[in-house]
């Protein structure tokens, strides 16, 4: 087995919170971790899957049946699908601090940012901690080949499949069955083809500045819609808004998001990239890889982190810029060459923004200065270097 990065903090957060949600899109490893997880605190547990009939019978008089259990630690797998518990959740949990037992009470797992925070946003308040899951990160697979889990993706049977094959079957199946099956439950009903479609437009757009009013023409809707569409997805955690740094000097900044699809192997099978010969071969070869180290560095990235994108009017730009809890920053420009060169315009946002850090992102395998203030890294090293 694969050991999560957020495993640690999984541990922590269920010592001190009464309540924690873990959130991430479907099949990402959320019930594998829940389950080592409470095996590691060395206390009972009972697991209950609300997509089951018969964990479902179970509750059908939910505070009956949790109240027989308040001494275990409880996971509710897809808990998004019975909005009524969270009240219920509230009352045992305030019923059991009480009794002095405060700390590790439920563990709840959720397919989607928007509907379990919507539930147990105010519901359980000051009871509940929340962490994502994402897809494996360059750390976690680190025996294997990074272009590997670059072509793949991180979702973990596309990433082990036997085949480049099955793996890119096990995603075109996972897509159908989001459009199909998930999405509809999460909001209005959307046609699965006009999602798909507009899904597949961000594929092509991938690492490039939002321009919704575009989306909307080509997909035959109003920009509201369209809107709608974009913000379902990134709140099903499948597609990430990079949003633009704004500061105070006197410059015109870019006010648009880039946008990009979270997981790479299913930005390839949404493009219908079987292998890496022909993902070097493809127009999207360079935002693909940029996704790809985007999102190692952010899921790697210490809490409080934010990830953001530089640029100007006048040419200045910064691919991401990490803005951390002390106000300090670090610019990263991300190159998929192995020679990198820092352009003019790199130097021109650094110049703007004084960055403490300055960083090449490449496919190479050495550290090495470009200039006497810049460092040209491999992958593996700059998610090193943010947990320094």
Same mark, same amino acid.
């Given at each position: 087995?694969?050991?999560?990065?957020?495993?640690?903090?999984?541990?922590?957060?269920?010592?001190?919170?009464?309540?924690?949600?873990?959130?991430?899109?479907?099949?990402?490893? *959320?019930?594998?971790?829940?389950?080592?997880?409470? *095996?590691?605190?060395?206390?009972?547990?009972?697991?209950?899957?609300?997509?089951?009939?018969?964990?479902?019978? +179970?509750?059908?008089?939910?505070?009956?049946?949790?109240?027989?259990?308040?001494?275990?630690?409880?996971?509710?797998?897809?808990?998004?699908?019975?909005?009524?518990?969270?009240?219920?959740?509230?009352?045992?949990?305030?019923? $059991?601090?009480?009794?002095?037992?405060? $700390?590790?009470?439920?563990?709840?797992?959720?397919?989607?940012?928007?509907?379990?925070?919507?539930?147990?946003?105010?519901?359980?308040?000051?009871?509940?901690?929340?962490?994502?899951?994402?897809?494996?990160?360059?750390?976690?697979?680190?025996?294997?080949?990074?272009?590997?889990?670059?072509?793949?993706?991180?979702?973990?049977?596309?990433?082990?499949?036997?085949?480049?094959?099955?793996?890119?079957?096990?995603?075109?199946?996972?897509?159908?069955?989001?459009?199909?099956?998930?999405?509809?439950?999460?909001?209005?009903?959307?046609?699965?083809?006009?999602?798909?479609?507009?899904?597949?437009?961000?594929?092509?757009?991938?690492?490039?500045?939002? $321009?919704?009013?575009?989306?909307?023409?080509?997909?035959?809707?109003?920009?509201?819609?369209?809107?709608?569409?974009?913000?379902?997805?990134?709140?099903?955690?499948?597609?990430?808004?990079?949003?633009?740094?704004?500061?105070?000097?006197?410059?015109?900044?870019? +006010?648009?998001? +880039?946008?990009?699809?979270?997981?790479?192997?299913?930005?390839?099978?949404?493009?219908?990239?079987?292998?890496?010969?022909?993902?070097?071969?493809?127009?999207?070869?360079?935002?693909?890889?940029?996704?790809?180290?985007?999102?190692?560095?952010?899921?790697?990235?210490?809490?409080?982190?934010?990830?953001?994108?530089?640029?100007?009017?006048?040419?200045?730009?910064?691919?991401?810029?990490?803005?951390?809890?002390?106000?300090?920053?670090?610019?990263?420009?991300?190159?998929?060459?192995?020679?990198? *060169?820092?352009?003019?315009?790199?130097?021109?946002?650094? &110049?703007?923004?004084?960055?403490?850090?300055?960083?090449?992102?490449?496919?190479?395998?050495?550290?090495?200065? &470009?200039?006497?203030?810049?460092?040209?890294?491999?992958?593996?090293?700059?998610?090193?270097?943010?947990?320094?």
């Amino acid at each position: 087995m694969l050991e999560r990065d957020l495993t640690p903090r999984l541990l922590e957060t269920l010592a001190y919170s009464a309540a924690t949600a873990i959130i991430g899109p479907r099949q990402v490893g *959320k019930t594998t971790l829940a389950l080592e997880a409470a *095996k590691a605190t060395g206390r009972s547990y009972i697991y209950l899957d609300l997509e089951s009939e018969r964990d479902q019978a +179970k509750l059908a008089q939910a505070e009956l049946y949790l109240t027989d259990h308040l001494d275990k630690l409880v996971i509710l797998d897809e808990v998004h699908r019975a909005p009524g518990l969270f009240p219920i959740l509230r009352g045992l949990i305030d019923r $059991n601090r009480r009794d002095g037992r405060s $700390n590790g009470q439920y563990l709840l797992l959720g397919s989607a940012a928007l509907d379990l925070l919507k539930q147990s946003g105010e519901t359980l308040a000051g009871r509940i901690a929340y962490l994502e899951l994402a897809p494996f990160n360059l750390h976690e697979v680190s025996p294997l080949p990074p272009d590997e889990l670059w072509l793949r993706g991180g979702f973990p049977e596309s990433l082990l499949a036997a085949s480049s094959a099955r793996s890119l079957r096990w995603r075109q199946d996972f897509i159908r069955t989001y459009l199909e099956r998930d999405i509809p439950q999460f909001g209005p009903r959307i046609a699965a083809e006009t999602l798909r479609r507009f899904w597949g437009m961000l594929a092509h757009h991938q690492g490039g500045i939002l $321009n919704t009013a575009q989306f909307a023409r080509n997909l035959g809707v109003d920009g509201k819609t369209a809107a709608s569409y974009l913000d379902l997805l990134v709140d099903l955690l499948l597609v990430r808004r990079l949003t633009p740094w704004h500061a105070n000097l006197g410059k015109r900044l870019v +006010k648009s998001p +880039k946008v990009y699809v979270r997981d790479t192997g299913l930005l390839h099978a949404l493009l219908s990239i079987p292998d890496k010969e022909t993902l070097l071969a493809h127009p999207i070869v360079g935002p693909s890889w940029e996704g790809f180290v985007l999102e190692n560095l952010l899921n790697r990235a210490p809490e409080g982190v934010q990830g953001h994108f530089y640029r100007s009017s006048g040419g200045a730009e910064i691919d991401l810029l990490l803005s951390w809890p002390d106000n300090t920053l670090w610019a990263i420009e991300i190159k998929r060459s192995l020679s990198p *060169k820092v352009e003019k315009g790199f130097h021109s946002a650094c &110049l703007d923004l004084n960055p403490a850090r300055k960083l090449v992102i490449y496919p190479g395998e050495e550290t090495y200065r &470009l200039s006497e203030d810049i460092q040209a890294m491999p992958l593996h090293a700059a998610m090193a270097e943010l947990t320094k």
